[in-house]
């Protein structure tokens, strides 16, 4: 197999390039190659996909192609220049409308104009509708993938590693909102070795490519389990009384992962993977992901105010 990986010096993408290397594929990587390291066995295309599609993309014989990409001019151009070649697109789960419920429709609106996500986050969703547009109309052949949370080693992003670090630690551990709230990760190896298995047997089709749904108690189970805490003693706290006190759902500063506003993002982490199991994804246990994120790095709540937090709630 002859891949190109658009991408390869980050988290899923890197992953999907060490996994090929591994399977005996010819990999290429084109990127510009800032955003860390290559895996080894690659071969680097230096390309800045704001510029013309070097000759070595545009004659490479490609067989697949797999893209990360957020903006559409990105892939108009990587489409155009990779003509015969099997599109394997990772798209997300933020293209939904409707995060109430894990229907695959209705999409947001296309964004087909490159927007800065610094400056606008919101639009992430609609460029991926519009990257998704791109390569379904114009790739010879293509499948896309839409992920919920991505987890596992490398993951850059710090969010779901906050619960294996936390559960490790052990002591009482603050948990947000109900224990049945349901939620949903993807291991990246799992992700990244289906992806390649979509490219080799040119599957074709729009997946969710999503870990299976379970209740935020089990997968906190699952996960202390995973790092060697088998009773993990968790304090359960209500979504108003967490918000009163300035934490935050799903990332960044002082969030709890994981934790979205229930019912607005209720069918955001419950979408059904049996699709994609059926196309051949294989997916490993929380438990099993757990200890490979234990080196992550973690942007939530720190240990001082999961402390404060659980003082307030044992005297209000
Ligand atoms: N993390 C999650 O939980 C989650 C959930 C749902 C969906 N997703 C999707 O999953 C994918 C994750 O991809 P990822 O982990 O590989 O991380 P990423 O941050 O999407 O990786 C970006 C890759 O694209 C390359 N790139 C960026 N700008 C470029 C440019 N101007 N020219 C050439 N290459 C460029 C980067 O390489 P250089 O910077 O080195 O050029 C890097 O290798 C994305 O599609 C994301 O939307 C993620």
Known sequence: MKLLVLGGTRF?????????????????????GTSGPLPDGVTHLPWDRADEPPTAVTEGGWDAVVDV???????????????????????????????TSPAMEPLVEPVTDDVDLAADPEAYGGMKVACEQVVRDHASSSVIARPGLIVGPGDPTGRFAHWPQRLARGGEVLAPGRPDD??????????AAWLLD????????????????MALGELLALAAAGVGNASPDLTWVDADFLEARGVVPWAGEDSLPLWLPRPEYGGMLAHDPGPAVAAGLRLRSVE?????????????????????????????
Do not use: K, M
Request: glycine fraction near 6%; include cysteine; aromatic fraction near 6%.
């Open 12 to 32: 899923l993408s890197r992953e999907v390039a060490a996994q090929a290397v591994a399977r005996g594929w010819d990999v290429t990587c084109a990127c510009r």
């Open 288 to 316: 099993e992901t757990a200890p490979g994120c234990l080196d992550s790095p973690v942007t939530a709540l720190t240990a001082e105010r999961e402390a404060e937090v659980l003082a307030a709630w044992h005297g209000r």
């Open 198 to 213: 979509l490219s080799e047997a040119r599957t074709t089709g729009v997946f969710d490519a999503v870990g299976q749904p």
């Open 182 to 191: 349901v939620v949903q990760v993807i291991d990246v190896r799992d992700l």
């Open 69 to 99: 990409a957020r903006l559409p001019s990105h892939v108009r151009s990587a489409v155009a220049a990779t003509s015969g070649a099997h599109w394997v697109f990772v798209s997300t789960v933020s293209v939904y409308a409707d995060n």
